[in-house]
Nanobody
Framework: QLQASGGGLVQAGDSLRLSCASRRTLSRYHMAWFRQTPGKEREFVAGISRGGARTKYSDSAKGRFTISRDNDKNTVYLQMHALRPEDTAVYSC????????????????????WGQGTLVTVSS
């Protein structure tokens, strides 16, 4: 339902752009990126409101990552710069059906549609 792509092996300091595409009309959803490493809880990375006007970032992502969306293409992006080894994880996109004015949630349980994830590996 959500197809994440763009992951890969990069070096510390490099940039990478993830994409999340769907056949669904994504403009009906707040969207977010989460990441997870083995043995750890799923972690919120960035979220964006239905129309794209509002975004939210984790402290780790602020200043380095940018979430954006193209509702005409039903695609959400995560542009990542200055990558660090600790950014290594499986990144998944998720959709939260919300009214336009609702806040962007940082809680994974609020998102009920998930993609399969794409692996990002950052070497030191």
């Amino acid at each position: 339902q959500l197809q994440a792509s763009g992951g890969g092996l990069v070096q510390a300091g490099d940039s990478l752009r993830l994409s999340c595409a769907s056949r669904r009309t994504l403009s009906r959803y707040h969207m977010a990126w989460f990441r997870q490493t083995p043995g750890k809880e799923r972690e919120f990375v960035a979220g964006i409101s239905r129309g794209g006007a509002r975004t939210k970032y984790s402290d780790s992502a602020k200043g380095r990552f940018t979430i954006s969306r193209d509702n005409d293409k039903n695609t959400v992006y995560l542009q990542m710069h200055a990558l660090r080894p600790e950014d290594t994880a499986v990144y998944s996109c998720a959709a939260d059906p919300q009214i336009l004015s609702a806040p962007v949630s940082m809680t994974s349980k609020d998102y009920n549609i998930w993609g399969q994830g794409t692996l990002v590996t950052v070497s030191s």
